[in-house]
């Protein structure tokens, strides 16, 4: 098994910075593909971006292209998601999730594990 626990979560003004944090343990080496996901309220929940194991590949919904960066480091069995430029309507809970895959994936099938998720609020 495998546990994932976010941080770096909070309430932010437009246009500011955050960085959030997965922090991965148990079976680490099962873990291959990572991503980021979000759930606004009422709204179901979305696909931002996905990482390879190496982090040489990576992807992101358009409306956050340009703006965050998903970033990895295995040494330290932890995904990070850097969001910059932050607007009201990235307001949301984002998880993190892993695969015993590797690959660039969107569909929330494919990962295996899944964090509880951190509370990202962005004020106008």
């Known amino acids: 098994q495998v546990q994932l626990v976010e941080s770096g979560g909070g309430l932010v003004q437009a246009g500011g910075s955050l960085r959030l944090s997965c922090a991965a343990s148990g079976r680490t080496s099962s873990i291959n593909g990572m991503g980021w996901f979000r759930q606004a309220p009422g709204k179901k929940r979305e696909f931002v971006a996905t990482i390879t194991w190496s982090g040489s590949m990576t992807y992101y919904t358009d409306s956050v292209k340009g703006r965050f960066t998903i970033s990895r480091d295995n040494a330290k069995n932890t995904l990070y998601l850097q969001m910059n430029s932050l607007k009201p309507e990235d307001t949301a809970v984002y998880s993190c999730?892993?695969?015993?895959?590797?690959?660039?994936?969107?569909?929330?099938?494919?990962?295996?594990?899944w964090g509880q998720g951190t509370q990202v609020t962005v004020s106008s």
């Open positions: 999730a892993a695969a015993t895959k590797d690959g660039l994936r969107t569909s929330e099938s494919w990962y295996d594990y």
